[in-house]
T-cell receptor, first 111, second 111 residues
C-alpha cells in the first residue's frame, strides 16, 4: 500500500533563514506530487506540482521553490523566509482515481 | 470566478440534524469529484468520491449535478464527531494534473 511521509511536523524559523521540507512516498512509482500551503483559517493553496523527476510546475510566484531529485522525493525550499511564509505545508500524491492523499503536514512559523 | 467555490460557513447544527453542503465548479469539463474532511490542525483526508449517479456511505450521501455544475454532501443524523471542515475537490481529468480544492465549509455539531 502507498504511504507518504513528511517532516518535520513543526518548525519555527527566523525571518531570512533558509527552509527545506522533505516529502517521500512509498509503494508507488512515478506519482504526481503536490505541495500545498494552508494559511490559518484559509483554504488549500497549490504551490507546486510534479509529474516526474526534475519536472516542476509552479502555481504561484513566491519566495519558495521545489525540486524532485528522485521519483518518490519532493522537496520544498526557500533561501530566505518571510513572515508571510508561515502556514501549514502539505505534501500529497495523486491516486489512481485522481484523488489526493496527504502527508501529516508541517506547521511552519516564521518569527 | 474561482475554479471551485464553497460556502465557508460555519454551519452550526444540533446533534441528529441533517445538513447539506454544496460546492460549485466553473469548468464544465471537470471529470472527477471528491469530498474531504479536515480536522483542526490536521491534514485533509478523503471522505468519499462523488459518482455521476450519486453514492452513499452510511450517513453520508454525495451527489453530482453536471447541468448546474455543483456537487453536494448530505450528512444525516449528525454526530458531534462530524464537526470538521469539509473540502470539495474537482479535477478536470485527462492530462490535467492539478488537484484543486475548495476553501472548505466548517461544520460544528452542537450537543
Amino acid at each position: 500500500s502507498q504511504t507518504i511521509h513528511q517532516w518535520p511536523a513543526t518548525l519555527v524559523q527566523p525571518v531570512g533563514s533558509p527552509l527545506s521540507l522533505e516529502c517521500t512516498v512509498e509503494g508507488t512509482s512515478n506519482p504526481n506530487l503536490y505541495w500545498y500551503r494552508q494559511a490559518a483559517g484559509r483554504g488549500l493553496q497549490l504551490l507546486f506540482y510534479s509529474v516526474g523527476i526534475g519536472q516542476i510546475s509552479s502555481e504561484v510566484p513566491q519566495n519558495l521553490s521545489a525540486s524532485r531529485p528522485q521519483d518518490r522525493q519532493f522537496i520544498l525550499s526557500s533561501k530566505k523566509l518571510l513572515l508571510s511564509d508561515s502556514g501549514f505545508y502539505l505534501c500529497a500524491y495523486r491516486g489512481v482515481g485522481a484523488e489526493a492523499f496527504f502527508g501529516q503536514g508541517t506547521r511552519l512559523t516564521v518569527v | 470566478r474561482k475554479e471551485v467555490e464553497q460556502d465557508p460557513g460555519p454551519f452550526n447544527v444540533p446533534e441528529g440534524a441533517t445538513v447539506a453542503f454544496n460546492c460549485t465548479y466553473s469548468n464544465s469539463a471537470s471529470q472527477s469529484f471528491f469530498w474531504y474532511r479536515q480536522d483542526c490542525r490536521k491534514e485533509p483526508k478523503l471522505l468519499m468520491s462523488v459518482y455521476s449517479s450519486g453514492n452513499e456511505d452510511g450517513r453520508f450521501t454525495a451527489q453530482l449535478n453536471r447541468a448546474s455544475q455543483y456537487i453536494s454532501l448530505l450528512i444525516r443524523d449528525s454526530k458531534l464527531s462530524d464537526s470538521a471542515t469539509y473540502l470539495c475537490v474537482v479535477n478536470r481529468g485527462g492530462g490535467y494534473q492539478k488537484v484543486t480544492f475548495g476553501t472548505g465549509t466548517k461544520l460544528q455539531v452542537i450537543p
